[in-house]
């Protein structure tokens, strides 16, 4: 079985300041992991994934995570934060499957 | 590559209706996927395809609702008889087997209301 934590359903960060979203695992083997990006409206936009080999892993728009299994964590961070970064962040989790368990969602607030 | 596309964007109907949503997915991707969205939640997987076969569907899947795949490229989701909690959006996503980790393409989804 497969699961995915997000911790904070809302995270606020002013204009230049670091961006973190949490995200914790539950899987019984090693894992792909995927954060997901999405605009009022709009599906999901992929911003990054990890495979095997490199646990840090750099996505689209500055955005990266890094793969911690002693932590099973996968957080996602941006050194700055810009007002267009502003939108639903997913964390999601894959056994191979085919079929990825989305978290709930992480809303980020950029202030200026 | 146009990206996946559905239609319609939204849907308004009254309970007890019918309706068809479409997914049009990339074109070179055999595998198709269904999830639902409410507020507040990420995509809750419904059903997913392979070429024409439909492989896999959630055991939270109503018999109220079907899905097709007819010739392999667009798919159509039905409800029957749609009830208040079917208000979601329904988003449609796509991948190519072939694409490590076959990451998921999303559709812009069709917003449903139920009044």
């Known amino acids: 079985a497969q699961s995915v934590t997000q911790l904070g359903s809302h995270v606020s960060v002013s204009e230049g300041a670091l961006v973190l979203l949490r995200c914790n695992y539950s899987?019984?083997?090693?894992?792909?992991l995927f954060w997901y990006v999405q605009y009022p409206n709009q599906g999901l936009q992929l911003l990054l994934k990890?495979?095997?080999?490199?646990?840090l892993v750099k996505g689209i728009n500055g955005f990266e995570a890094e793969f911690k299994k002693s932590e099973t964590s996968f957080h996602l961070t941006k050194p700055s934060a810009h007002m267009s970064d502003a939108a639903e962040y997913f964390c999601?989790?894959?056994?191979?499957?085919?079929?990825?368990?989305f978290g709930r969602g992480t809303s980020l607030i950029v202030h200026p | 590559d146009t990206g996946v596309s559905q239609n319609p964007r939204h849907k308004i109907t009254k309970r007890g209706q019918n309706v068809t949503f479409r997914c049009d997915p990339i074109s070179e991707h055999n595998r198709l996927y269904w999830y639902r969205q409410t507020l507040g939640q990420g995509p809750e997987f419904l059903t997913y395809f392979q070429n024409e076969a439909q492989l896999e569907k959630s055991r939270l899947l109503s018999d109220r609702f079907s899905a097709e795949r007819p010739k392999g490229s667009f798919s159509t989701l039905e409800i029957q008889r749609t009830e208040q909690g079917d208000s979601a959006m329904y988003l449609c996503a796509s991948s190519d087997y072939r694409e490590i980790n076959q990451p998921q393409h999303f559709g812009d989804g069709t917003r449903l209301s139920i009044l």
């Open positions: 990890y495979t095997t080999g490199a646990t």
């Open positions: 899987s019984s083997v090693p894992p792909y």
């Open positions: 999601a989790v894959s056994l191979g499957s085919y079929i990825p368990t």
